[in-house]
């Protein structure tokens, strides 16, 4: 099932709920990305919006964030990320998005793959990915692949949650869990603790629409306090 915006507004407040009992947990960045590219929680800039030369069109009512699918150094390409987000650390944390693919990549493709968001542009430490199958999937430390045997298919939104602590990832679509992985401590590199939709060690990139992007800290209490 995917989950609707109530359904996501009773999450956060668990979320919130959680942290009040921790301490150590935040809600780092909320990207609704229905009519504009602002961090609803205030403690970052907007979604940033790259193209050679021209970027995706801003969300706005009944037209979502979407990008073209295209490498952005390539003609026409272009990015969606977020800015820096200055408080991360990779040691426990959880990403949330709604993404609704136009287009899967060909199996002749190279590579027959394609992020859907990933964590870090420089160090590429850990996205959600899916192959030419629709096949369900995480890239960790810039070159390891793990893969579920959960597929999506082309438009249709879903909502994707990769959790990882302290080197366990969890990976839940439409709230059911369909992986766990143990992959170890996250590479780092020059603190490039950003989400983007492209793979800039591969040059790919999702090739679809995204909304409602969360970004949450210290994942253990969520984890372990059955947040799904």
């Known amino acids: ?31 609704p990305l229905l009519t504009d590219l602002a961090d609803a929680t205030g403690n970052h800039g907007d979604m940033i919006l790259q193209g050679n030369p021209g970027p ?19 003609i026409d390409g272009q990015d969606i990320q977020t800015p820096i ?24 493709d190279s590579p ?9 542009w420089l160090s590429r430490f850990i996205g959600l990915y899916t192959d030419f199958a629709g096949t369900i999937g995480i890239k960790h430390n810039n070159s390891n ?29 439409d709230g059911q869990h369909v992986m766990t992985r143990t992959v170890g401590p996250l590479m780092d590199f ?6 983007t939709i492209t793979d800039f060690s591969e040059g790919n990139a999702f ?13 253990d209490t969520i984890m372990t306090g059955n947040f799904e």
């Not at 020059?190 to 989400?195: S, Y």
């Open 190 to 195: 020059q603190g490039d603790h950003n989400v």
């Open 112 to 120: 027959p793959r394609q992020p859907v968001i990933m964590g870090g």
């Open 145 to 173: 692949y793990e893969w579920s045997s959960t597929s999506v298919v082309e438009g249709q939104w879903y909502t994707g949650e990769l959790r990882y602590n302290d080197g366990q990832v969890d990976v839940f679509i």
């Open 1 to 31: 099932m995917n989950l609707s915006n109530s359904t996501k507004s009773i999450l956060m407040l668990t979320t919130a709920a959680l942290m009040s009992n921790a301490g150590a947990q935040s809600l780092e960045a909320d990207y």
């Open 207 to 219: 090739y679809g629409c995204i909304r409602d992007l969360m970004v949450i800290y210290d994942a």
């Open 85 to 108: 987000l200055n408080n991360f650390t990779l040691d426990s944390f959880i990403f949330i998005v709604d993404f609704n693919i136009t287009e899967l990549p060909d199996a002749n």
């Open 56 to 74: 995706p069109a801003p969300p706005s009512t009944g037209m979502p964030l979407c990008t073209n699918g295209i490498y952005i150094s390539l």
